[in-house]
């Protein structure tokens, strides 16, 4: 079954009966204690992500890398990073994959990339939690959504590094009330974390700058969530 | 390098304490410095100047019937629509302009466009799942009440940040289950009044988990924005059954897809969880294990999941009937006054009476993400097929790296939670 299930998958597209792929689906989680068992089925799955297969298979392809895919999945899907049509489902794989190799793969196709496809990346790099010394230049990006990505990114790190970085970005109008609110991210991270003075600096830091109205209303808020002493 | 690891031990408080620490999990939420004019009312009449000033994203099925809830209010002034789909939006539009007597209404087919009006102060959102969490974050960061139908949230990643940008912002926002209160009721009531005793356990009965969709393509209707429709979730070619917004969850409608919505698990899990919660009492909890129940024979497996209080709800335990309870009547309870809605006219009434007064909903979005992360737990117990232990305050699954690949998943960019 599982072989003409894979034979089947080489072929997959819409409109296809999705049962044909069932028995993939069983034997990844079958396989779980079966370390040759897994590594035979993830090779199965790379041939298919590295062939001529159509992008349903391939899409199939990673999102069973993403339940199951290890280092060895890395390369062949760092490679999609750059391939418009499959770059998402590439981090959908990536991102999940626990392995550091994963995350190497997003920084270093992070300076290759541009516009949404890098956007994308950033995303991942923020889910991940780390790329801060990559994100930090980013908040100067001359594409205004690839700033306003990195901003995310930070704030859902929301670590000191990435805090001081966010706090050091130039005044960028359209990005003040992202920016803002990823300090604020990090903010309510240090504070929770016992790290009150940091986060007291950091909305303090938000206030002095004549913040739009919500962004004083909430800093405020989080500056008394702040210990006093 | 993992900045992680940066971060200096121990922690020494939770994001829970956090928000405790900021007066925010109290029972009013933070005013703010300038209370609507449109939020205050009056005796009698109220002038358009002093309504609550909404739009609705996401209109049809669903979002169809919220809209009719809330322009048929008094309180409000509706002012814009926002849906995908022209033909929705237009039909809307028209719905608003035909009660005001103007052409007044916009019509938006971004909803960031509407998110950036600076006279709108609420809004409610009845997308599919799969748009929850990106709008009612980006609500909240435009000052804007929310009220998002339920399933809350599609994955267990997005609940805290849907929480945190409520609190940060001082928002309110309300789920949209309005079963939790109404349909269990009785079952509320008797768990509440002490007549049942020590309540021990509560089952919830639901089907079928979303499955993978692969419908060929289709045409994509004129005036339909596919792309904006996907959004976040991975692309696929159109077909009007994957994207349907019709109750059913086999096979004709976007509740049956797993990039959309978790299935029956949480669409209705959403208001039988919300109602079993609500009845033991665990509202405020998430579960610390869930266990997975395989039993021999054809009998299907089934789920328990243990609250840190020692409460246990059950899902699909066989012989048992949805919000069937388990107590020890030989224990003495003394009755709790059940919470309600607060003001008149349902969930939706409630959320605009918290609008006014800046208390918290009955089905505030902590509460709400606390269900629907019973189902997703749920969900993922069934997806490997074995039981899970679940740290909450730091939300995930300790030491368990299978698991874990199971708490999110890649946006679609440029999408960004």
Known sequence: ?229 | MDEKKLLPAPIKTTRREFIKAAGLASTVLALPTFIPASALGRDGAIAPSERIRVGGIGLGNQGGSDFGGFLGRAEVQYLAVCDVRKNVRDAKKAQVDERYKNKDCAAYNDFRELLARTDIDAVHVATPDHWHALIVTEACRHGKDVFCQKPETLTLREGPPMVEYARRYGRVVSGGSQRVLEDYRGTVDMCWSGKLGQVLAINVQTNNLSHACNLPPEPVPEGFDWEMWLGPAPWAPFNAKRCDGNFSTVENSWRSYWDYSGGEITDWGAHHFGGATFAVDVRELQPQEVIYHAPEGTQRAFLEFVYPNGIRITHCKPGKANLEVDSNESVTRAPKPVPGYKGKGGIIGDFLYCVRTREKPFRDIELAVNTMSLCHLGTIAYHLQRSLKWDAAKQTFPGDTEANRFTDRARRQPWQL
């Not at chain 1, 550091?100 to 300076?111: C, D, H, S, Y």
């Not at chain 1, 516009?115 to 990346?121: R, S």
């Not at chain 1, 670590?159 to 970085?165: G, L, T, V």
């Not at chain 1, 609110?181 to 790290?195: P, Q, V, W």
């Open chain 1, 1 to 229: 079954m599982l072989e003409q299930s894979f034979e089947a998958l080489k072929t997959y597209d819409w409109g296809v009966d999705r049962h044909v792929l069932d028995p993939i689906d069983e034997a990844v989680v079958k396989t779980r204690n079966d370390a040759a068992a897994r590594k035979e089925l993830e090779s199965q799955l790379l041939a298919v992500l590295q062939s001529n297969a159509p992008r349903d298979a391939k899409d199939f392809v990673c999102r069973q890398l993403r339940t199951m895919g290890t280092a060895a999945s890395v390369p062949a899907l760092e490679q999609l990073l750059a391939n418009a049509e499959l770059s998402h489902m590439a981090r959908y794989a990536l991102e999940r994959i626990p392995e550091p190799q994963a995350g190497q793969a997003l920084e270093r196709q992070l300076a290759k990339l541009n516009g949404q496809l890098k956007i994308g990346v950033i995303s991942s790099l923020g889910t991940r939690g780390q790329g801060v010394r990559l994100l930090r230049p980013l908040l100067r990006d001359s594409d205004e959504a690839v700033a306003r990505a990195a901003a995310i990114a930070l704030g859902r790190i929301a670590s000191a590094d990435a805090n001081k970085a966010l706090g050091s970005a130039r005044p960028r109008p359209a990005l003040a009330v992202v920016l803002a609110d990823a300090s604020m991210a990090c903010a309510e991270k240090l504070l929770a974390a016992g790290h009150a003075k940091e986060a007291k600096a950091t909305y303090q830091r938000l206030l002095k700058n004549n913040p739009p109205e919500l962004v004083r209303l909430a800093a405020e808020r989080g500056l008394k969530a702040c210990p006093t002493a």
